[in-house]
């Protein structure tokens, strides 16, 4: 199955929640070191009020896994990439996303 793209890099096979397309496309606008995100499954929460939160969680074989928070739901984002964790958390925050 292909993956539709926007602006190549952003892969886009389930819908994106409230907030959180407008900080990925920030994200990868402001670091090239990002090869691609994918964006996840969406699962309902109750504690996802607010602002867009994000927190990277675990090493992928080609990046890492992030999980963001926003609008009474969590997403999965896969971020392939060769930025290490410390890194990649501080241009989320920058892209406009909260530490989760």
């Known amino acids: 199955m292909r993956l539709r793209t926007a602006k ?11 907030g959180v397309r407008e ?13 691609s995100v994918i964006p996840g ?9 607010g602002r867009v ?6 090493p992928t074989q080609n990046g890492w896994k992030a999980i963001a928070l926003s609008a009474g739901a969590r997403q999965e984002l896969f ?3 060769d930025m290490g964790k ?3 958390e501080s241009a989320l925050k920058r892209a406009g996303a909260d530490p989760a």
């Open 23 to 35: 900080i990925l496309e920030e994200l990868l606008a402001a670091n090239p070191h990002i090869r």
């Open 41 to 49: 499954v969406i699962k309902p929460v109750r504690d996802a009020k």
């Open 79 to 81: 971020v392939s990439t």
């Open 53 to 58: 939160r994000a927190r990277v969680t675990v």
């Open 8 to 18: 190549d890099r952003l892969k886009i096979e389930h819908s994106i929640i409230d």
């Open 86 to 88: 410390e890194e990649l």
